[in-house]
Nanobody, 119 residues
Framework: QVQLVESGGGLVQPGGSLRLSCAAS????????MRWYRQAPGAERAWVAS????????NYADSVKGRFTISRDNAKNTVSLQMNSLKFEDTAVYYC????????????WGQGTQVTVSS
């Protein structure tokens, strides 16, 4: 059974930091590209960051570049998102996604974790 379980969300003040984690099980984690998405109230789900399976290269949305860092541990089947210098506009539900190259559809999704940036 495929599972992606996010954790680490919460309430943080502007300028603060949070670290999100996603624990994967039920599939060959190491060959999947892992991504973080987020969905703010009233908005569509948007891609945030990705990390490849092969060489661990990373990509970021312009809105988070320089503030967020995605990483993975293939031995522990986890992917993380370190979020620094958080802004009000980072408030959203954050989702972990796994998709293997060539896989049909959008891949596997977690249930999401809420991040609220508020003073």
């Amino acid at each position: 059974q495929v599972q992606l379980v996010e954790s680490g969300g919460g309430l943080v003040q502007p300028g603060g930091s949070l670290r999100l984690s996603c624990a994967a099980s039920g599939f060959s984690f190491s060959i999947y590209v892992m991504r973080w998405y987020r969905q703010a109230p009233g908005a569509e789900r948007a891609w945030v960051a990705s990390i490849t399976s092969a060489d661990g290269s990373t990509n970021y949305a312009d809105s988070v570049k320089g503030r967020f860092t995605i990483s993975r541990d293939n031995a522990k089947n986890t992917v993380s998102l370190q979020m620094n210098s958080l802004k009000f506009e980072d408030t959203a539900v954050y989702y972990c996604n796994a998709r293997r190259p060539g896989m049909l559809g959008s891949g596997y999704w977690g249930q999401g974790t809420q991040v609220t940036v508020s003073s």
